[in-house]
């Protein structure tokens, strides 16, 4: 048994498994208590680059009810109306637009944008993160919340490749566009993550899946393809838009200015 908290076990397997872990906060957690913020993101599917797991449940709890933190669990303190939590699983949890806004205040604005991307893409309606912004006026995080609002895109293909966006942006270049489509004689040449058509600048993002070989060969022979139809081609990897930010900056640019 592996003890993840003062009165809660759980088998060893068990407890990297999150709705088991959730079930078993729950357990001991007020009859009020909803599951939110990071862990309700995970319940229902969003991707939160940016932020390492912390491991923990997080709850929310009225501001009226006395709950402490605890070696499994982070207690946050907020109003809840009812029309904002769900139930998924059996498990009560924030609706996806109120874990949206619980999170605005709580992580970069590149994961938000990430996650917002994501959430148009599975259709939540444009309109209600209009709503979300009225109803949290004021609240930490609306004012970037706004910003990230206005740079979302349900075309993002991978949560980096949002972060990598946001990054161009905040740096004031041009907005690329999206999944765009190249052709060359008339024939289909590749969907690309960002392009600037006008200056034939295209720029990929290469996640875990293109080590893969065949990924790999395939990539190769595209960016071929893309070189003779006169584009000019960056690649970047997590490593360069997390650890040399600037530097992808600076290329972007002068591939942008001709240089």
Do not use: C
Not at 6 to 34: F, I
Not at 81 to 96: A, M
Not at 154 to 161: C, I, T
């Amino acid at each position: 048994m592996a003890r993840t908290s003062r009165d809660t076990y759980l088998p060893q397997t068990a407890s990297k498994q999150l709705r088991q872990r959730v079930a078993a906060v729950l357990m001991g957690a007020p009859e009020t208590a909803v599951v939110s913020h990071f862990t309700a993101a995970a319940l229902w599917g969003l991707e939160i680059p940016l932020v390492p797991d912390d491991g923990l449940v997080h709850l929310t709890v009225p501001a009226t009810v006395r709950a402490r933190n605890r070696a499994d669990r982070k207690i946050h303190s907020a109003a809840l109306p009812e029309q904002r939590v769900q139930r998924r699983g059996g498990i009560r949890l924030t609706s996806p637009g109120r874990t949206w806004l619980d999170l605005a205040g709580v992580i970069p604005p590149g994961a938000l944008l990430a996650i917002t991307d994501q959430m148009l893409a599975r259709k939540y309606p444009r309109e209600h993160f209009d709503r979300l912004l009225a109803e949290g006026r004021g609240a930490r995080g609306i004012r970037i919340a706004r910003r990230v609002m206005a740079a979302a895109d349900p075309r993002a293909g991978s949560p980096m490749e949002s972060v990598l966006r946001w990054l161009i942006l905040e740096a004031g270049l041009p907005a690329p566009d999206l999944q765009h489509v190249v052709t060359h004689d008339g024939q289909f040449v590749g969907k690309v993550d960002l392009a600037w058509a006008g200056a034939k600048v295209l720029v990929e993002f290469d996640g875990n899946v293109h080590r893969e070989r065949k990924v790999f060969v395939d990539d190769l022979r595209r960016q071929n393809g893309l070189v003779l139809a006169g584009w000019t081609v960056l690649r970047f990897t997590s490593a360069d838009v997390l650890g040399r930010p600037q530097w992808v900056i600076s290329m972007i640019r002068a591939a942008l200015s001709g240089r």
